[in-house]
């Protein structure tokens, strides 16, 4: 994709965007209270499952600065002493790295010099960012989740670095799974990528990654999708269009403002889904309450 197409894509699709005081909130605008209740009301079955990766506390090859662990008590002192003492721990994270599962904020991206909805990026500062930060989903988002699984729509075990899904194949995935995205959902695109990870090893993601083809978001914008998240980071590597690394990231949260999740555990919810023959459930992301960050590790939660 040449990048004078992507930007008249982008242009396009800002365009389209939610405007006034509902675009603060970005395409969450979509997630009404309403839609939150069918979800809850569509809940069948009572079963739950993670969609988070283990945190990953060691080197490798797609992720060099792992999250830092460690057990600060009891000391050696208090080890087999008697009366009471307590287990303590610390923990620190790289938010934005390729082997952990993580939420974007929409002050994540900049992009020709400002965030989504104008804002300019002196609105970043050390201190943390101002404006459309992580303060905006405090209270969690809770909605209908729809799972799309390319892999099994193309018959294989999982997307080879490189590939990308198009709108065409999101499509074709709801047809053969009998689903339908629709507004102020959470859609989720399983490509496979923990599946190939465990069986063949890690590897460099952030040169080799499957992901979305720009022209998807179209379909993003069509079906008015709240929130986005994928196994991988959402965009592929290397990049499709000319001069722009992450273009399904500048398309998705800076133009339209949807949330994404990354490096989303999918395989145990895919498999949920195929034993079930159901591809819907209510979805719970619950950040951390880290009023001016750009992004929060979190442990959604499918039930079905």
Do not use: K
Request: hydrophobic share 45%; with cysteine; glycine share 10%.
């Amino acid at each position: 994709m040449a990048e004078e197409a992507f930007r008249s894509l982008y242009v396009h699709l800002r365009h389209d965007a939610r405007t006034g005081e509902e675009r603060r909130r970005g395409a969450l605008a979509h997630l009404t209270p309403e839609r939150v209740a069918a979800a809850a009301a569509g809940v069948r079955h009572g079963r739950t499952v993670s969609l988070a990766a283990p945190v990953e506390t060691r080197p490798g090859p797609d992720d060099p600065q792992p999250a830092a662990y460690v057990l600060t008590a009891p000391s050696d002192q208090e080890t087999g002493a008697p009366g009471l003492h307590f287990a303590l721990d610390r923990f620190a994270m790289n938010v934005h790295g390729d082997a952990h599962t993580h939420l974007d904020a929409l002050c994540h991206v900049v992009f020709d010099g400002e965030l989504y909805g104008g804002i300019p990026e002196t609105a970043l500062r050390a201190g943390g960012a101002r404006g459309i930060t992580l303060d905006l989903v405090r209270s969690g988002i809770v909605g209908r989740g729809v799972l799309l699984d390319v892999p099994r729509l193309r018959g294989l075990p999982w997307l080879e670095p490189g590939d990308c899904v198009s709108a065409e194949d999101l499509a074709a995935a709801e047809e053969a799974q009998g689903v339908r995205t629709g507004p102020g959902d959470l859609l989720f695109v399983r490509v496979g990528h923990w599946r190939r990870r465990r069986e063949t090893g890690p590897w460099d993601v952030a040169h080799a990654r499957a992901g979305l083809h720009p022209e998807a978001v179209r379909f993003l914008a069509g079906r008015h999708v709240a929130v986005l998240g994928s196994d991988g980071n959402n965009d592929t590597a290397p990049s499709p269009v000319a001069g722009v690394a992450f273009p399904v990231h500048v398309l998705a949260m800076h133009a339209l403002g949807v949330h994404l999740l990354d490096y989303l555990d999918l395989e145990e919810l895919a498999h949920l889904c195929a034993e079930l023959g159901r591809w819907q459930f209510l979805c719970t992301v619950a950040p951390l309450r880290l009023a001016a960050a750009t992004g929060s590790p979190v442990n959604p939660i499918a039930v079905l």
